[in-house]
Structures are given as structure tokens and as C-alpha cells.
């Protein structure tokens, strides 16, 4: 594998159900990202993680709950969810931030959620 | 406030010509940098080229250039030699500083005709 990788690509679950997004980076990267993409929104980020610490929380629910095992590994765990959470879910990575640098973000293709 | 603007919902454009791409930023931090990236239809968010505050000479890469004009907050993206390929959802994005937040544009849908 190359790249990053998500699974599964698309998950359907009911407002009751707990699931869990997984992301895996085989960039050496050591910065991981959550993002939420809705239709006719502009992508927005989540949460940060850097060497498994996170560092960023952009006030989302509870009722995600992200998890970093290692620098390789980002899970998004859902429970109770509501219909308006349904969207597509980008992971990414970067290298760390450094003067000067780009550290673009590289990105997996997504999970398209849908809650019913 | 609206951090990255893009003014241009879609567009069409023929196979083998030009296509520019606009994006306006604000920003009072000196230091930020500029990303284009693409979206096919499959989810998968690529990124094309990145274009830093302090970079003297515009960005390039292959069939991209960034039209970079600082005093105008503006880094407007043109893609040469349109293939039917690029086809996509284009967007443009920003970080301020060296955190690792990128805010994103609404996008720009460009659809190449053969």
C-alpha cells in the first residue's frame, strides 16, 4: 500500500450505531489530520494529531471520538450520530511544520458516510 | 470572515486549451502559503502545487502555474493544455503561519470538453 489508505470507503449506520473510520499513512508522516467534507461546505478540519498527540480539536462533537495509536494510525470512532453527520470523511498527513517548508497535506480517498 | 474566496462555482473549458483558476486570500500574517489541490469525482483530494509567501518566482508544476500576486491577495491557478482528465473539482487553500490548519475554498468545478 502507498499513500493513505482508509476504510471502509463507504459505511451506511443508524443514528444508534457505533463505528469507526480507520486511516493508515505509509508516508513517514507524523502529523494526522480528520476532515469533514459536506456537500456545498468548504472542507473542514476536525482534529490534528502530532506524534499521537492531539493537537487540534475544531469544537466537534462528542459524538466523534478520534483515536491515534502511532504516527501510521488515525481512527475516527462514531456513535449516536445524527443524519447531518452524514458527509465525506478525508484523512490526511504531513510531515511536521517547519519555516519555510510546504508540508503539504497528502490525502486518502475518503468515507462516504451516510446516517439514516 | 471568509479566509480563501473562489468566485467561479464552474467552469468549462475545451480540451488542449488554457484554464485560470481564481483565488483571492486574507491574511494579516506575513508567513502563509498557498495550495491548490484537485478533487476527481472518486473523493480523493490531490494536491498540485504549493506557493509560499516569501517565494519570489511563481510556482510551477508540469501543466500547473500559480499566478501569484501578493499586493492583490491573489494566487489564481492555471492549468495549460486541459485534458479531459482534469476534469474535477479544483480547490484552493491556505495555512497561516507554520500551525497545521489549512483553511479551504468552496471550490471551483471544471469540466474539459473534447
Known amino acids: 500500500e502507498t499513500g493513505v489508505t482508509q476504510t471502509p470507503r463507504h459505511l ?9 473510520l480507520k486511516c493508515e499513512q505509509h508516508l513517514g508522516h507524523n502529523a494526522m489530520y480528520w476532515y469533514k467534507q459536506s456537500a456545498k461546505k468548504p472542507l473542514e478540519l476536525m482534529f490534528v494529531y502530532n506524534f499521537k498527540e492531539q493537537t487540534e480539536n475544531n469544537s ?5 471520538s478520534p483515536e491515534c495509536p502511532n504516527s501510521s494510525h488515525l481512527f475516527l470512532h462514531l456513535h449516536t450520530l445524527q443524519p447531518e453527520d452524514s458527509a465525506l470523511y478525508l484523512c490526511a498527513s504531513s510531515a511536521l511544520p517547519v519555516q519555510g517548508a510546504s508540508y503539504e497535506q497528502y490525502f486518502g480517498p475518503g468515507t462516504r ?3 439514516t | 470572515a471568509q479566509k480563501i474566496t473562489q468566485t467561479q462555482p464552474g467552469m468549462f473549458v475545451q480540451e488542449k486549451e488554457a484554464v485560470t483558476l481564481d483565488c483571492t486570500y486574507d491574511t494579516s500574517d506575513p508567513s502563509y502559503g498557498l495550495f491548490w489541490y484537485k478533487q476527481p469525482s472518486s473523493g480523493e483530494m490531490i ?7 516569501y ?3 511563481n510556482a510551477t508544476e508540469g501543466r500547473y502555474s500559480l499566478n501569484f500576486q501578493k499586493a492583490r491577495k491573489s494566487a489564481n491557478l492555471v492549468i495549460s493544455a486541459s485534458q479531459l482528465g482534469d476534469s474535477a473539482m479544483y480547490f484552493c487553500a491556505m495555512r497561516e503561519g507554520i500551525g497545521y ?6 471550490g471551483t468545478t471544471v469540466t474539459v470538453r473534447a
Do not use: H
Open chain 2, 55 to 57: 517565494d519570489q518566482q
Open chain 2, 47 to 53: 494536491f498540485l502545487i504549493y506557493q509560499g509567501s
Open chain 1, 12 to 20: 451506511v449506520m443508524g443514528m444508534t450505531n457505533k463505528k469507526s
Open chain 2, 101 to 106: 490548519k489549512l483553511s479551504f475554498g468552496a
Open chain 1, 113 to 115: 458516510l451516510t446516517v
Open chain 1, 60 to 64: 466537534v462533537p462528542s459524538r466523534f
